[in-house]
């Protein structure tokens, strides 16, 4: 949903730099978001929000800096569009598992939890038949996930709080919300393509 169209936007944007860096190797652009997410995870855990924010940011420009790279220079592979999903899946529950050190284990066990069975909701239809690139309902996505992460941060900044309601608390549960929501709907989507 919001995800593809913020897809489509950032890759147009990040296209001519793409091209730039024609001689990286995708592969080793993707390498590079894991520092940067480690890094935004440490301030998660020592509640420097303003410092994970940044962290954050800039390991989501990374991360679709590769597709762009691998767009723009012909050098797609299916290695690397695997190596980048299972990239997305390390960077979003290695800032979940941050939230839960730094003293949010239910409401991060939850995101977790219903994050993977979003992805997992897809993949396992996949497993079942082959089912091509058919677009997949997309509430709660990845990308929508990522944005509940870097609002929640950014509110966190200015108060603790919203509407009596910790503000890190309240940002989990609405990833959770809008993940298992995308896990009905996906689950929905696969009954009716595969009976």
Excluded: C
Excluded at 91 to 100: G, R, S, V, Y
Excluded at 107 to 125: D, Q, T
Excluded at 153 to 165: C, D, N, S, W
Aim: aromatic content about 14%; charged content about 15%.
């Amino acid at each position: 949903m919001i995800g593809s169209l913020l897809r489509q936007r950032l890759n147009k944007l990040l296209f001519p730099i793409g091209k730039l860096l024609s001689p990286i190797n995708p592969n080793h652009i993707t390498l590079a978001t894991y520092p940067l997410v480690f890094i935004a995870a440490y301030f998660i855990y020592a509640k420097s929000f303003a410092y994970a924010l940044v962290f954050v940011f800039l390991s989501s420009i990374v991360d679709n800096l590769d597709g762009a790279v691998a767009k723009a220079n012909n050098k797609k592979t299916d290695f690397g569009s695997y190596f980048d999903a299972f990239t997305d899946k390390v960077q979003e529950t290695t800032l979940l598992a941050a939230f839960a050190f730094s003293g949010y284990p239910l409401e991060a066990f939850l995101a977790v939890a219903s994050s993977l069975l979003n992805s997992y909701a897809k993949a396992r239809a996949e497993m079942v038949r082959p089912l091509g690139n058919i677009d997949w309902p997309a509430v709660g996505e990845r990308a929508e996930r990522v944005a509940v992460v870097f609002i929640t941060l950014f509110v966190a900044i200015f108060t603790k709080a919203v509407y009596g309601i910790d503000t890190i608390s309240l940002g989990l549960y609405v990833l959770t919300f809008l993940a298992t929501l995308g896990v009905l709907q996906r689950f929905m989507f696969a009954k009716r393509i595969l009976s």
